[in-house]
């Protein structure tokens, strides 16, 4: 919703007008330090995963009580009472599907990095045999 340049990222801009939209606007300061805290691969935007990463860390309890990012993970609570339950339900089955995501965001690293492990053990194992068949070669 809040990606204007529908380029998969939230950058500063975006992060500041969504902020305001929510109704809790930040500093420029603020919302460079929002981004900063979960940016993993420090490229200054929000990708999907990073966005989430707020959310994981707000309910481990990892996020400053006077933070930004603490204020959009308050946000995105709902108040059954003020929202009924259609959309306390919609609500949590957009979480519910938005954790999904993140699990299967993690699975896929995992598996890359399985990969990177498995690729750099045959590589050992053929520099190996190559130093075999080049020892006899010398002989």
């Given amino acids: 919703r809040y990606d204007a340049g529908k380029d998969g990222f939230i950058d500063l801009m975006e992060l ?8 809790a606007p930040q500093t420029h300061l603020g ?6 805290e979960v940016d993993e691969d420090l490229d200054s935007k929000l990708s999907f995963r990073e966005f989430l990463l ?6 481990a309890g990892e996020l400053q009580e006077d933070s930004g990012l603490h204020a959009l993970a308050r946000l995105s609570e709902i108040d059954v009472s003020t929202e009924g339950v259609k959309g306390a339900k919609n609500f949590f089955e957009a979480k519910a599907q938005a ?3 993140a699990s299967r965001f ?15 053990e045959e590589l050992k194992q053929r520099k190996a045999a190559f130093k075999e068949l080049q020892s006899t070669f010398k002989q």
């Fill in 99 to 101: 954790i999904n995501e």
């Fill in 31 to 36: 919302l460079k330090n929002m981004i900063k």
């Fill in 54 to 59: 707020i959310f994981r860390k707000a309910a």
């Fill in 16 to 23: 500041k007008l969504m902020m305001e939209k929510l109704g």
């Fill in 106 to 120: 993690e699975e896929e690293i995992k598996a890359e990095q399985e990969e990177k492990k498995k690729q750099a």
